[in-house]
T-cell receptor
Framework: NAGVTQTPKFQVLKTGQSMTLQCAQD?????MYWYRQDPGMGLRLIYY???????DKGEVPNGYNVSRLNKREFSLRLESAAPSQTSVYFC???????????????FGSGTQLSVL | DQQVKQNSPSLSVQEGRISILNCDYT??????FLWYKKYPAEGPTFLIS?????DKNEDGRFTVFLNKSAKHLSLHIVPSQPGDSAVYFC???????????FGQGTRLTINP
């Protein structure tokens, strides 16, 4: 009963390095999301994908790219990491494709990223 | 522009007493509200939700109250237990929107 799986759990990068955070869900959910959590800021949406083949920007998309590889997988890429991207990153998924007012998210356990 | 605000970063409550966590919002288009609970090194997990057509929703020890005129919601935990120690996030969504907007979180500590 894996739910939402994120890899890696921890990562340290140097400024300018690139990396991809992986996320996979086994609940046959249509929508997937990437959030970042920073102290005093709560969870802020980076990108989301309402269905396979579509992606949209959230609140804080600058410096990131995403790929919805298939229905199960949604990756987040940092092309040139910056110290401001030090954060905890959470992937999430939900059932519906259509906008819905009762959307419940299921989260992965997070990736703690430090950019030096 | 923080549309969902949790003004108390932390709250400490004695075991067995009531815990009350508060959340304010500014967007009048929000019509669905959720509370998530987060333990260290884990992702947030859904706790309870409420639609704007209601003013109260209960689930066991957890009750959420919604005051639309004040744009305020609160989560009551009665009685509080040590396992309730966690960070609690409130979140809101607007009709027709795909996305949830989260508050900053409140760290609840239950003291024995």
């Amino acid at each position: 009963n894996a739910g939402v799986t994120q890899t890696p759990k921890f990562q340290v990068l140097k400024t300018g390095q690139s990396m991809t955070l992986q996320c996979a869900q086994d609940m046959n959910h249509n929508s997937m999301y990437w959030y970042r959590q920073d102290p005093g800021m709560g969870l802020r949406l980076i990108y989301y994908s309402a269905s396979e083949g579509t992606t949209d920007k959230g609140e804080v998309p600058n410096g990131y790219n995403v790929s919805r590889l298939n229905k199960r997988e949604f990756s987040l890429r940092l092309e040139s990491a910056a110290p401001s991207q030090t954060s905890v990153y959470f992937c999430a998924s939900s059932v519906r494709t259509k906008p819905a007012t009762n959307e419940k998210l299921f989260f992965g356990s997070g990736t703690q990223l430090s950019v030096l | 522009d923080q549309q969902v605000k949790q003004n108390s970063p932390s709250l400490s409550v004695q075991e067995g007493r009531i815990s009350i966590l508060n959340c304010d919002y500014t967007n009048s288009m929000f019509d669905y509200f959720l509370w998530y609970k987060k333990y260290p090194a884990e992702g947030p997990t859904f706790l309870i939700s409420i639609s704007s057509i209601k003013d109260k929703n209960e689930d066991g020890r957890f009750t959420v109250f919604l005051n639309k005129s004040a744009k305020h919601l609160s989560l009551h935990i009665v009685p509080s237990q040590p396992g309730d120690s966690a960070v609690y996030f409130c979140a809101a969504s607007a009709k027709g929107a795909q996305k949830l907007v989260f508050g900053q979180g409140t760290r609840l500590t239950i003291n024995p």
